[in-house]
């Protein structure tokens, strides 16, 4: 609702004049955590600018956490994002404690496992790595003895050159690569690096649930950007990029975790241009790019950065191993020398037998092989996903890769029963709200199709659906 | 100097009266960065108390970086800890940015390693360790497709548990023990969630030069414990805990990192009651433990914690398996839950191959062999490197175990050019400036005699003596 409001033309420095008003008064301290601030139409008086521009105003302040609003009294200036995480009553009380929400809903053990976007370990290379892993003992005997260098094994990064250079059209060295542990400790460096307490973060909305974790923990002001099923509002980030001066957009534009949304390639060149205008960095997170179903997506945003404001993650965890848990950053900025600072400090280094296992299984034929026939089996789960839900009415897009559905179930379940009542039917999936950058309720859910097997697929959806007709009618 | 002042039976209201004024007035800013502060004379006048206190005030304020004295024309204000990180210029300017001060130095490529505080290679135990690869492959063979729990595999810490309790008394169950990759990133995580800007915390000088970064990335204000050769000064420390309310001591007792010190049992037991009394979480870094060359070292602080005080991080990485980065943390304390979700946050789990191929060698009778040997080793290597330094006159205290000899050299020898010739002459050591927390400097040196060969140590050392007593006579 407030997008819409903020794209038309209405002069948008009479618009950033009230914000800006608002705003330092809030920052300043003026005005107080939970404080009415004053109505519409005082402050257009005031200021003496039009009610609809204070609107607007208090609508942005609103979708940005600075103000709330309360039984429509009026607005009230939101607490302060960084207390607000210090709730904890310890012996010895701790400081930035973040939950990490997802892992909280993985930590109960179902049958119906929805809720991780994982592969099933029947559908990995088990046998073949086996393998490699005796090959990596005869080639380095003293891999154990050894640490990596911060940076990651450069055999492994020299071949992720080669390889992203052919795949992707991406320039790079071997020293513009960094190799982490899993995308998650990706996306916590480089948040570690770059965001300050109250530093503005743009999130997709919805968004990866352990980011938006990571970036809180930073004590960032996190602002949503709607993803819809051809893109972003661009009009919409580049006033966000204007107004509001964000430090980072953190996407995952291919095959979106949950929406499964790809961003076209014209909106991927643009937002390039954007980043470099308004000096606001993207991190493009790209974990599903080999997982499409027909065609290939566009060009990761990364292919078009020419001047460092891209840092694109690539985890190849999910589809190849995720027992070493390797991932790779690109980025051709400064902030290299950060990260492998920040690398150092959090871990010194990527075990280097991880690096070595997976540098031979990539390089191998087999890994080609391996994903033409994942591809196919991913494609058949989720279309027996997609046809057990057919009779439902509810709502979602058809994704053409990636591990999710991100589904629009009747607002008339109510989510929590929905949660407790298939945990207890040992079903798991993922609420809508957890996507939220917002933590907002809303009637989503994502469904992952990857990690069970075909009848336990077809079982446990019944089962859901089953559940929630129940459900909806004792309502 | 400042410690024996106060340590003095003099009273301590008094002092704390004056000591707090100074510091209140310095955080509000009424004192600003590098103001000067009133003249002892004029500020014992002011308060009616005896000069000796405010000069006892001003030289902990000075020891704890609150003051600085200038010139001898007086104490100024030290600048704020924090902001004199940020001093980043990039594009895109970053925020809590640290170096690694230590990983700098092991950059440089050298024959003569003497700066890396890691064991030899040839000394871990490889072959055998490629065949526990094999077994783990053999049970468990898709551990490569399955993530760990974010706590860790749950086989390896029932076995750690048992380990724990026959070797050192820990009485714990397997949900009090987080395993982490490497101790590196278990001091991360404890900075992280107990740390928040300008909280206190409490290091020993010497420490570990890479714990020193993770605090001063936290923004800790830390504070230097002096470690002697045969302790602690406790008065030393109760004073800093009931003054200063530090949040936490990052310790390393047992053959101390660089110096090789060994805090004795009854100042273990004092220090754990001194914890709970004033509320001080005491993080204590053993990895050095099974290090020793004739007698087991006095049991670890946390065999005395019943109140979870004391987090024990107990690294195997040195001495099993570098490349594998395993190590474990043990807390009774309810910040488990805070640790779990910065790990998951961080990384969400060590690689679950990586723990089982530990797992397996751990609970191997060979692991005792292979520390034998290892002892025996390490015990020739040290007395090698004394050898070679006998003549020289410089001075050492005798480690009776760990990896390295923390040597004090001719203050007349420019710290400066000696590093940078050694680095011509393909040697490197750890200047002792790297490892004091207020990075002052001084003319001690680490020197590690684990990692090359006793060739290479004779030859090294003989290199070094020589080119010191050369640059010493060119001055």
Same mark, same amino acid.
């Given at each position: 609702m407030g997008d819409n409001l903020l794209s038309t033309? =209405?002069?948008?420095r009479l618009f950033e004049r009230v914000y800006d008003y608002i705003i330092n008064r809030i920052e300043r301290g003026e005005? /107080?955590? =939970?404080e009415k601030l004053p109505s519409v139409r005082l402050l257009a008086q005031e200021m003496n600018v039009h009610r609809l521009t204070v609107f607007k105003a208090y609508q942005l302040l609103k979708q940005n956490r600075k103000v709330y609003v309360k039984d429509k009294s009026g607005y009230y200036v939101y607490p302060d994002s960084i207390m607000s995480i210090n709730d904890s009553k310890d012996l010895i009380t701790s400081s930035y404690l973040q939950k990490n929400h997802l892992s909280e809903i993985h930590r109960v053990p179902v049958?119906?496992? %929805?809720?991780?976007? +994982?592969?099933?370990? !029947?559908? +990995?290379?088990n046998l073949y790595m086996s393998e490699y892993v005796k090959k990596v003992f005869d080639l380095y005997p003293k891999v154990l003895g050894t640490y990596s260098t911060v940076q990651g094994d450069e055999e492994l990064r020299e071949a992720l050159c080669e390889y992203f250079l052919k795949r992707h059209r991406f320039h790079i060295s071997a020293d513009e690569l960094l190799i982490t542990s899993g995308a998650q400790q990706a996306i916590d460096l480089i948040s570690r690096i770059?965001? /300050?307490?109250k530093d503005t973060v743009l999130l997709e909305r919805p968004s990866y649930s352990a980011a938006i974790d990571a970036f809180q923990q930073q004590g960032a002001h996190i602002v949503p950007v709607d993803i819809y099923p051809d893109g972003y509002d661009l009009e919409q980030i580049e006033l966000y990029m204007r107004q509001?001066?964000?430090?980072l957009f953190y996407l995952n534009? @291919? %095959?979106? !975790?949950? @929406? #499964?949304y790809t961003v076209p390639s014209g909106q991927r060149k643009r937002l390039v241009e954007l980043a470099e205008q308004y000096k606001c960095l993207l991190v493009e997170d790209d974990p599903? =790019?080999?997982?499409? %179903?027909d065609e290939e997506p566009p060009l990761p945003l990364f292919s078009y950065d020419?001047?460092?404001y891209v840092m694109y993650i690539r985890s %190849?965890? /999910? &589809?190849?191993?995720?027992? +070493?848990r390797i991932a790779a950053v690109a980025t051709r900025s400064s902030l290299m020398k950060h990260l492998l600072n920040a690398k150092s400090l959090a871990? !010194? #280094? @990527?075990p280097l037998l991880n690096q070595k296992i997976f540098l031979h299984y990539f390089s191998s034929v087999r890994l080609q092989q391996h994903l033409e026939k994942l591809r196919i089996a991913l494609h058949i789960r989720k279309e027996i996903m997609e046809e057990e839900l057919a009779g439902t009415g509810w709502k979602w897009v058809s994704p /053409? #890769?990636?591990? !999710?559905l991100w589904i629009k179930i009747p607002? @008339?379940?109510?989510m929590k029963s929905l949660l407790e009542r298939s945990f207890d039917q040992s079903i798991s999936f993922v609420p809508g709200t957890i996507c939220d950058p917002l933590r907002e309720p809303n009637s989503w859910v994502r469904f992952s199709?990857? &990690?069970?097997?075909e009848q336990q697929l077809r079982d446990g959806v019944k089962r859901f659906v089953e559940l929630s007709q129940g459900l909806e009618s004792s309502f």
């Open positions: 033309g =209405h002069s948008s005005w /107080k955590e =939970h049958t119906y496992q %929805f809720s991780q976007a +994982l592969i099933d370990p !029947n559908l +990995l290379p770059v965001i /300050k307490p509001l001066k964000p430090r534009p @291919t %095959f979106h !975790n949950p @929406t #499964g599903f =790019h080999d997982i499409y %179903f020419t001047e460092g %190849f965890s /999910k &589809y190849v191993a995720p027992g +070493l871990d !010194n #280094g @990527t /053409k #890769g990636g591990l !999710n607002e @008339t379940l109510p199709y990857s &990690y069970i097997n």
